[in-house]
């Protein structure tokens, strides 16, 4: 009796951590964060290099809300480290990281363009690349980056492939250890024994469905797996939108068993 508590406990901890799982696997909680100048009143310019100028063109906006200015700020430690800026030194990295924010920053529709996904930094860097390759963009962004492109399409190479292959390994995971165990305990006939520390309430909401589940899984391994292949047909910004694609489905996995 004592083994059938105990598997009921450990149930009760898998539905307890889904949404913790996802937001572990959806990164953008965990790196944004917002500069001290921001907090400051500083501009998002201060920090910038010489060279991180505004080209302009008819997306560059004048003025550009605070809001915009938080989402746009909130990505720069993170950008830094996927481009790999060492501390305090100022070399081809650091310029192509602080030249990248500061074209973002002074244009609001890519702003809302890359906080609708849920790896901001990666689809972001992966835009960069692209935008360096002169294939999106307007032509004065792809001026402007053009020079760091390497860098830009290396790092977004990396973390996609990365990133990707981490994500699959954990739906693996989930759909081989955990959702079997989801299903065991779910077992309307099963007995829940005397411990008082588990009851029928406790377990897993009534409207799981395994087969719906197994399904959302298929379609995020193959969002994935797309995104792979893009990588290898130097389509870096469609695959990072592949990746965002696998996440929400994930994540919305997640939301639904819990309502």
Do not use: W
């Amino acid at each position: 009796m004592a083994k059938v508590a105990a598997g009921k406990i450990k149930i009760i901890a898998i539905i307890a951590s889904l949404a913790a799982l996802a937001l572990v696997l959806s990164p953008t909680f965990s790196l944004l964060q917002v500069p001290d100048s921001t907090a400051a009143g500083g501009s998002p310019a201060d920090s910038f290099s010489d060279e991180a100028i505004f080209k302009p063109d008819d997306t560059v906006a004048e003025e550009v809300s605070e809001a915009d200015l938080a989402t746009c700020n909130s990505l720069n430690n993170s950008l830094d480290a996927i481009l790999e800026v060492r501390n305090d030194t100022v070399d081809d990295r650091k310029i192509a990281a602080d030249l990248l924010l500061a074209e973002f920053c002074s244009r609001p529709t890519l702003i809302h363009e890359i906080a609708s996904t849920d790896y901001q930094s990666l689809t972001l860097v992966a835009y960069a690349c692209d935008a360096s390759a002169g294939k999106i963009g307007t032509d004065a962004m792809q001026e402007a980056l053009e020079r760091h492109y390497r860098i830009y399409c290396d790092s977004a190479r990396e973390l996609i492939l990365s990133e990707s292959n981490e994500f699959l390994a954990s739906v693996e995971e989930f759909r081989t250890v955990y959702l079997p165990l989801l299903e065991s305990g779910f077992a309307e006939d099963e007995d829940f024994g005397e411990d008082p520390e588990v009851t029928e309430e406790e377990t897993a909401p009534s409207n799981f469905n395994a087969t719906r589940a197994r399904e959302t899984l298929d379609r995020v391994e193959e969002s994935l797996e797309e995104s792979i292949d893009l990588v290898y047909e130097f389509e870096y910004y469609a695959a990072a939108k592949s990746f965002d694609n696998a996440s929400k489905m994930f994540i919305a996995l997640f939301a639904e068993e819990e309502t």
